[in-house]
């Protein structure tokens, strides 16, 4: 750690530093360290453990970086931020640090981790601390499990589904007899109730989501070889025959999965 400090600090030297990284500031570091989180998290959904020491070091990097541009205004410094960080590990974990028995759920534990951080916040509204930078789909699934906590949540899927069926209509509505941002609202809404979905079935919607865009992004990629095979590109075809691919290549991958499964592989 000592080396990397000082490597980021000579980066960010105003005499001798990278002309770019003296530039950055907070705002223009921000996306990068998103990306970074990102990069970590796909390199652990697709098992890549070669890739994963790296991408653990770029995201540290990002930790890094903010620190120093913390440390140049006044406003805090890597020691600080490790400080802090450890007093509320031990703050929030009371049945490990503290006298509280371990005898607990893993439900339990949860209650408590949100009863401390809602005491931490200092905060009566309820949806106050849910940060604004996260995805969009991330931070709807904690508005809603913070709003459940109270008692606003429909008590099954049945209600939640009732209401996807009622933006959908709303969405048609929208779409054949108002403007692009009633349209825009509408559509938000219908997100708004599939992340609701998604957390009544227990089910990540940005996971989820990202899975769905694997298998549109293979599916799509079985097209272009199966054109290629015929000696086409995909704007030398058209949607019928493309549609037509899309199904065999939908057939393929359910039945090399039902192979697998009858070995006892899956």
Not at 127 to 151: E, H, I, N, S
Not at 179 to 189: H, L, N, T, Y
Request: glycine share 6%; charged share 30%; aromatic share 6%.
């Amino acid at each position: 750690m000592p080396r990397l400090l000082e490597i980021m600090a000579r980066l960010r030297d105003p005499q001798t530093g990278c002309p770019w990284d003296i530039e950055q500031t907070f705002a223009t570091i921000a996306p990068y360290t998103i990306e970074e989180a990102y990069e970590v998290a796909d390199a652990i959904e697709r098992q890549a453990w070669d890739e994963l020491e790296g991408e653990l070091g770029d995201m540290l990097l990002q930790s890094v970086y903010h620190a120093q541009l913390g440390a140049e205004a006044g406003l805090f410094d890597f020691s600080s931020i490790t400080a802090a960080i450890s007093d509320k590990m031990i703050a929030r974990h009371p049945h490990v640090f503290g006298t509280e028995s371990r005898e607990k759920t893993p439900d339990q534990q949860t209650a408590d981790w949100e009863r401390i951080k809602a005491h931490e916040r200092g905060s009566a509204r309820v949806l106050d601390g849910v940060a604004l930078g996260l995805p969009a789909l991330m931070r709807a699934v904690k508005l809603q499990k913070r709003a459940a906590r109270v008692g606003f949540d429909w008590p099954s899927t049945d209600q939640v589904l009732d209401k996807i069926i009622e933006e959908s209509r709303e969405l048609v509505e929208a779409r054949d007899t108002m403007g692009a941002a009633e349209q825009a609202e509408e559509f938000g809404d219908l997100l708004f109730v599939m992340a609701n979905l998604a957390r009544h079935l227990d089910i990540d919607p940005e996971a989820a989501l990202r899975a769905a865009n694997q298998k549109f992004t293979r599916r799509f990629g079985r097209i272009e070889d199966l054109l290629a095979e015929a000696g086409k590109a995909p704007d030398q075809s058209d949607l019928a025959e493309m549609d037509a691919l899309w199904d065999r290549a939908k057939t393929e991958e359910k039945a090399a999965k039902a192979a697998l499964r009858g070995g006892g592989l899956i």
